[in-house]
T-cell receptor, first 113, second 113 residues
């Protein structure tokens, strides 16, 4: 099912390297979000964007960066400053930045070797 | 920041029984509480949500109750079926107008045939 897509599905990184995770949506949603999922900890918000060219830090933004140059795209860069990057990363979008249903992508599993 | 506690972490029931998952939150201004279901290997999907102007909401076999005084909300699943087996996450959007969600730690529900 389309709507919101993430790539790649699996990503391997060597220590010290930056990597960029892709998130695209064709739902015409204004708001987009990045979450990190670790076992037993639920989903934690990394960054969110309520509108193009604007984004805010979430609860665990250190070591990550984002951009929102286009409405349909919200890429996440995991930098070498992120101490424990191995995790499952989920992107989501919602029609507005308010309190509405968030639609999730299929996720990217990042492993640091 | 906002804190959401979810219990139990695992729940095992027999098919046909009811299941209840509880969450507590810390921000008394919180006014939007969604529940997401994540099947194994799949993306989270919204199953029901409740806003603070109501105390209960039902959708077929699923219901959510909200106690603003005690700052807790619960998911109730009746007549459970094996396909209800999944991880369930509660979330809280806090008291701002933004859709920034804080998730609980998740509950692994297993329904035995």
């Amino acid at each position: 099912d389309g709507g919101i897509t993430q790539s790649p599905k699996y990503l391997f990184r060597k220590e010290g390297q930056n990597v960029t995770l892709s998130c695209e949506q064709n739902l015409n949603h204004d708001a987009m979000y990045w979450y990190r999922q670790d076992p037993g900890q639920g989903l934690r918000l990394i960054y969110y964007s309520q509108i193009v060219n604007d984004f805010q830090k979430g609860d665990i933004a250190e070591g990550y960066s984002v951009s929102r140059e286009k409405k349909e795209s919200f890429p996440l860069t995991v930098t070498s400053a992120q101490k424990n990057p191995t995790a499952f990363y989920l992107c989501a979008s919602s029609i507005t930045g308010g309190k509405n249903e968030q639609f999730f992508g299929p996720g990217t599993r990042l492993t640091v070797l | 920041g906002e804190n959401v506690e979810q219990h139990p972490s695992t729940l095992s029931v027999q098919e046909g029984d009811s299941a209840v998952i509880k969450c507590t939150y810390s921000d008394s201004a919180s006014n939007y509480f969604p529940w997401y279901k994540q099947e194994l290997g799949k993306r989270p999907q919204l199953i029901i949500d409740i806003r603070s102007n109501v105390g209960e909401k039902k959708d077929q076999r699923i219901a959510v109750t909200l106690n603003k005084t005690a700052k807790h909300f619960s998911l109730h699943i009746t007549e459970t079926q094996p396909e209800d087996s999944a991880v369930y996450f509660c979330a809280d959007a806090g008291g701002t107008s933004y859709g920034k969600l804080t998730f609980g730690q998740g509950t692994i529900l297993t329904v035995h045939p």
